[in-house]
């Protein structure tokens, strides 16, 4: 991975929930249900046919699959609202404050009006059928690193439900999350580089905490990415999740949309044509009786057929890695064919054999299909009905490859890679929503805002430094830290110790544990804060701190002190300690006769050995001293 992007072109929108008391649109509280479900509900979603006149065709295939929808809901994480059985209330206005401030902290001008819109979402994610959308201003301008970077656009949103299962016939949500205010910001496509987009979330990350009005943890910010290359095509990353994944995922989707541009002029040195591709399929179910390979056994099983196409001068080009090893064109191919026809079993040449496909197969494959040397041939096990389309939809995705990039929406993998959710969809896809009054936007609001204005990120880094002693990195790394409230908050309540302490607790500390893979980001603030007091009382010693984050990484719903308990934390009394240090005294009696106080630091290295995390170091010193200055 290098970076020499090709003139790439990134515009960046970035989610966040907004940490209000109440929801969008109802007095819901936007914290999240835990346990299980306290009711479940199953509803069809059927928009009706103005709406739908305004969906494009990717979407309205998508309804007309007939999905149903399981929904769970709670008290009081939700109510008639989020069910669809009452209708929104006024807009949060504790929620458009947050927006209008962050727009006034980006230079934004706010909007005159704020009208709410409804966005068409009929994945189910949303019991309306649509998500709930307002612009709250535009024309926002941010200078980084010297350079001008627009905001076009700052939005409030309600919040999705939360998925929870998904098969291929229906889906389950939690509408616990459904509702949760959602601050949007969108740059222009002004950003050139992996490094460059980075920097930009991170400077509106920054932004969006000076509101002191934000979420942190799992899942409360996505980031999508719009990145398109010369001759390549506008794709639109969805979710990504972690900032430190941005510039990957930029750089990731550079390379697979060049890869797709040398496969384009390879098809075209060989002479494919859109018209050479052949929508004529083979039903090979005869060769496949006796298969070892288990997808394709069951579809048999189940009165379904082997179809097979044959790919004129395809040869060797599915296999082609898109800029990653698990991303191949074979890949693109099967995501076209799993989204219009919802099947499992697609195989292609360049994988074969394997999955249980015997070479034996592939040759009979190959002589029925009539394959030629630099041909490709796809299966497809299934109903014949829904392998035809899932043949259909290879082909038309082949067919794209002559162009070059085809338009998509992408999801984003944990990997930085993407994968194929649905083709871009149409710009029109909002309409008003008439149950929310339009709220007007008062200059007395703005002017109130604009005096009791949050400070900036510079601002606050060089007041940390001064109230709290801290050094420019350390307050620095807690303006760029979703731990900053917590930190504020912790600095004041825990007076014996010190909040450089808690600072390097809260960021270097919290980050190399994250790297050991201990989700401490999973932990809430309530629980962070108990641990920083445990330490405060003398419960548990410093030292012992990080070993406790990470047993309460792995123990999200249990109370701290049953972590002390598990992991043997527990401070000692003066009295055990005294034992121990008179136990290594004895033990080392010769050499304390030969080298007196001199053995000092040998015996302190094994005392700590065995008391470190239970008692204070400094206290082992002065008992261990004055031990020595009494036995010489
Ligand atoms: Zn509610």
């Not at 046919?49 to 065709?57: A, K």
């Not at 998508?62 to 989020?82: M, N, Q, W």
């Not at 290295?605 to 004055?626: A, F, H, N, Q, Y």
């Amino acid at each position: 991975m290098t970076e020499t992007t090709p003139l790439v072109k990134v515009g960046l929108e970035i989610h966040r929930q907004l940490d209000t008391e109440h929801k969008l649109f109802c007095a819901c509280p936007t914290q999240l249900a835990e346990g299980p479900p306290e009711l479940r509900f199953f509803r069809r979603l059927r928009p009706t046919q103005s709406e739908l006149g305004q969906i494009d065709q990717a979407a309205l295939f998508e309804f007309h699959r007939g999905k149903g929808i399981t929904y769970e809901a709670d008290h009081p994480a939700s109510c008639l609202v989020e069910m669809d059985e009452e209708p929104p209330g006024r807009l949060n206005p504790e929620a458009i404050e947050v927006c209008l401030t962050a727009a006034l902290l980006t230079n934004a001008e706010p909007v005159d009006e704020i009208h709410v819109m409804r966005k068409i979402v009929i994945d189910g994610s949303n019991t309306t059928g649509f998500q709930r959308t307002s612009v709250v201003a535009l024309n926002g301008l941010l200078t980084i690193d010297g350079k001008k970077i627009p905001i076009d656009q700052i939005s409030l949103e309600e919040d999705a439900a939360r998925k929870t299962t998904q098969t291929r016939d229906s889906a389950g949500y939690r509408i616990d999350r459904l509702g949760i205010p959602l601050i949007e910001v969108t740059t222009a496509p002004v950003l050139h580089s992996p490094s460059e987009v980075e920097k930009v979330a991170l400077a509106i990350g920054n932004v969006l905490r000076a509101t002191r009005k934000v979420k942190r943890g799992l899942g409360s910010v996505r980031q999508d990415l719009n990145v398109s290359i010369p001759e390549g095509a506008l794709i639109e990353i969805k979710g990504v999740q972690e900032l430190e994944l941005i510039g990957k995922a930029v750089q990731l989707e550079v390379d697979r949309q060049s890869s797709l541009l040398r496969i384009r002029d390879e098809l075209r040195r060989r002479g494919v044509q859109s018209s050479t591709i052949s929508r004529n399929y083979t039903n090979l179910t005869a060769i496949f009786q006796k298969t070892k390979a288990r997808v394709i056994r069951e579809a048999i099983s189940k009165g379904g057929s082997v179809l097979g196409m044959r790919l004129e001068h395809y040869g060797g080009l599915l296999g082609r890695e898109l800029g990653v090893s698990n991303l191949r064109f074979g890949t693109e191919l099967s995501g076209r064919a799993t989204f219009w026809a919802g099947v499992g079993g697609i195989f292609h040449s360049d994988e074969l054999p394997s999955y249980g496909i015997t070479e034996t197969e592939v040759s009979e494959v190959k002589e029925m299909l009539h394959l030629e040397n630099d041909d490709a041939f796809v299966l497809v096990a299934d109903n014949p009905e829904r392998a035809t389309d899932a043949l259909n939809a290879v082909a038309d995705r082949a067919a794209e490859a002559l162009v070059g990039v085809p338009e998509e929406t992408r999801n984003a993998m944990p990997d930085g890679s993407s994968r194929f959710i649905r083709p871009r969809p149409g710009a029109a896809r909002m309409y008003p929503e008439t149950d929310v009054p339009p709220v007007p936007v008062t200059g007395s609001i703005i002017a109130r805002l604009r005096s009791t204005l949050p400070e900036t990120p510079d601002e606050l880094a060089e007041r940390l430094g001064k109230q709290y002693s801290l050094n420019q990195k350390l307050s620095r790394q807690l303006v760029n830290s979703e731990y900053l409230s917590l930190f504020e908050r912790t600095a004041k309540e825990c007076s014996n110790i010190q909040p450089s302490y808690i600072a390097t607790m809260l960021t270097e500390t919290c980050k190399s544990l994250e790297r050991e893979d201990f989700p401490i980001h999973e932990i809430n603030d309530q629980k962070m804060g108990s641990i920083f007091q445990l330490v405060d009382d003398g419960r548990i010693a410093k030292e012992a701190m990080p070993d406790l984050l990470k047993w309460q990484a792995k123990n999200l719903g249990l109370d701290p002190s049953e972590g002390i308990k598990e992991l043997g934390l527990k401070m000692m009394s003066s009295n055990e300690l005294e034992a121990i240090i008179n136990r290594h005294l004895e033990k080392n009696r010769k050499i304390l006769e030969e080298k007196g106080s001199a053995a000092f630091p040998s015996l302190m290295g094994s005392i700590m050995s065995e008391v470190r995390g239970k008692t204070d170091p400094k206290l082992v010193t002065e008992m261990l001293k004055k031990k020595l200055n009494k036995a010489t």
